[in-house]
């Protein structure tokens, strides 16, 4: 399986650090994502390169043209047609859209070819939402200068999530979130810094205590930091005792 992410913007130059280190470059050598920038200026339709143009209406900023962007992702689809099967999924990064979440990132992970439209300036023409994105995408509650860093934040959400990309494909399985828990802590060496201590169980050797104490510690985790993720957490029976132990801890230290 593998995944080809076109990615339309005004500003291709943003793109080349971040995705071409790391996990992303190891991906693309692998031939298990590949990814082609397009500078929708190409696809503008006079010598300056325009676009962007004032808001019907009036009002402050200016807004993408649809002309550029419409051509551009269909000079994208039809480059891939041979390729690939199934029709391109258009997103547009953009603060209206759904919130990026684990889930979202697994179902896009599956596609064979997005398409992905960055916004800049005050907006984009509505009709390129209306007839030609199937999805809005944000990756939060605030607002940013364009849609350049929140696509690289989906293309490593989403492509580390290609088997075959993250080496050991349980640590992805087990990343927080997938099963609405935060990870538990982590440790490495030294035993001891500035007298601070690895905790004893670490040491023991004892797997299954091991595996009991990381369970807890991510439970507890996450009641503290966010237990609006508990909501959606399918709890065992061992999940249910240890959260127990865990409220019971807390009454009795007050912490
Ligand atoms: N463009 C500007 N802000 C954004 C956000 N939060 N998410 C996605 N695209 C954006």
Same mark, same amino acid.
């Given at each position: 399986?593998?995944? &080809?992410?076109?990615?339309?913007?005004?500003?291709?130059?943003? %793109?080349?650090?971040?995705?071409?280190?790391?996990?992303?470059?190891?991906? #693309?050598?692998?031939?298990?994502? @590949?990814?082609?920038?397009?500078?929708?200026?190409?696809?503008?339709?006079?010598?300056?390169?325009?676009?962007?143009?004032?808001?019907?209406?009036?009002?402050?900023?200016?807004?993408?043209?649809?002309?550029?962007? %419409?051509? =551009?992702?269909? &000079?994208? @689809?039809? @480059?891939?047609? /041979?390729?690939? *099967?199934? &029709?391109?999924?258009?997103?547009?990064?953009?603060?209206?859209?759904?919130?990026?979440? #684990?889930?979202?990132? #697994? *179902?896009?992970?599956?596609?064979? &070819?997005?398409?992905?439209?960055?916004?800049?300036?005050?907006?984009?023409?509505?009709?390129?939402?209306?007839?030609?994105?199937?999805?809005?995408?944000?990756?939060?509650?605030?607002?940013? @200068?364009?849609?350049?860093?929140?696509?690289?934040?989906?293309?490593? !959400?989403? !492509?580390?999530?290609?088997?075959?990309?993250?080496? =050991?494909?349980?640590?992805?399985? !087990?990343?927080?979130?997938?099963?609405?828990?935060?990870?538990? $802590? #982590?440790?490495?060496?030294?035993? /001891?810094?500035?007298?601070?201590?690895?905790? !004893?169980?670490?040491?023991?050797?004892?797997? /299954?205590?091991? +595996? +009991?104490?990381?369970?807890?510690?991510?439970?507890?985790?996450?009641?503290?930091?966010? $237990?609006?993720?508990?909501? +959606?957490?399918? %709890?065992?029976?061992?999940?249910?005792?240890?959260?127990?132990?865990?409220?019971?801890?807390?009454?009795?230290?007050?912490?």
């Amino acid at each position: 399986m593998s995944l &080809h992410i076109d990615i339309l913007t005004l500003f291709p130059d943003m %793109f080349s650090g971040p995705l071409s280190e790391s996990i992303l470059k190891r991906a #693309q050598e692998k031939e298990l994502l @590949s990814l082609k920038i397009t500078d929708v200026r190409d696809f503008s339709h006079d010598k300056h390169r325009t676009a962007d143009d004032y808001p019907f209406g009036g009002g402050a900023g200016m807004l993408m043209k649809p002309e550029p962007i %419409f051509e =551009a992702v269909e &000079h994208v @689809s039809d @480059s891939r047609k /041979e390729k690939t *099967k199934d &029709h391109p999924h258009v997103v547009m990064m953009c603060p209206q859209g759904k919130v990026l979440d #684990q889930k979202a990132a #697994q *179902k896009l992970s599956k596609k064979e &070819h997005l398409i992905l439209i960055c916004g800049r300036y005050e907006g984009i023409d509505e009709r390129v939402r209306l007839h030609l994105v199937d999805e809005e995408v944000s990756i939060g509650d605030y607002v940013l @200068s364009g849609g350049e860093l929140p696509a690289m934040v989906l293309i490593d !959400a989403v !492509a580390r999530l290609i088997p075959g990309v993250v080496g =050991a494909y349980e640590s992805v399985e !087990a990343d927080s979130f997938t099963e609405s828990l935060l990870d538990y $802590p #982590q440790y490495t060496r030294p035993r /001891e810094y500035r007298g601070l201590e690895v905790p !004893a169980v670490l040491l023991s050797g004892d797997h /299954e205590r091991i +595996r +009991r104490w990381r369970r807890k510690e991510a439970i507890r985790r996450t009641y503290l930091k966010r $237990p609006d993720l508990l909501k +959606r957490h399918e %709890f065992s029976k061992e999940d249910k005792d240890l959260l127990e132990e865990i409220k019971k801890e807390i009454d009795d230290k007050g912490i």
